[in-house]
Nanobody, 127 residues
Framework: QVQLVESGGGLVQAGGSLRLSCASSGRTFSSYAMGWFRQAPGKEREFVATIGRSDWITYYADSVKGRFTISRDNAKNTVYLQMNSLKPEDTAVYYC????????????????????WGQGTQVTVSS
């Protein structure tokens, strides 16, 4: 069983930055591909970014490419999402997610691939 706990959300002005963290309780964190998703009020959950278990291959939604960076520290069982140049449309609850990947590289943009989810952290960007 893997438990994920997000932190780092908050209120920021447009153009500002935030760094989200997601800590995992699992002992085999390096075996899991990780992802960040978000859900704005009245909208469906959408993919933001993903990173492979140990190959550091990353993939981003077009809406955040060039502004957000996903990274991970397997020694600390933590994945991060650095968010720069934030826009009001980035306002959402951000969720960390994980799925076990025995082989292969990279992660997934499909929410259905993920087995474990955090409780979410609110990010609000004011204009």
């Amino acid at each position: 069983q893997v438990q994920l706990v997000e932190s780092g959300g908050g209120l920021v002005q447009a153009g500002g930055s935030l760094r989200l963290s997601c800590a995992s309780s699992g002992r085999t964190f390096s075996s899991y591909a990780m992802g960040w998703f978000r859900q704005a009020p009245g909208k469906e959950r959408e993919f933001v970014a993903t990173i492979g278990r140990s190959d550091w291959i990353t993939y981003y939604a077009d809406s955040v490419k060039g502004r957000f960076t996903i990274s991970r520290d397997n020694a600390k069982n933590t994945v991060y999402l650095q968010m720069n140049s934030l826009k009001p449309e980035d306002t959402a609850v951000y969720y960390c997610a994980a799925y076990f990947r025995a082989y292969g590289s990279g992660g997934s943009a499909k929410a259905s691939e993920y087995d474990y989810w955090g409780q979410g952290t609110q990010v609000t960007v004011s204009s």
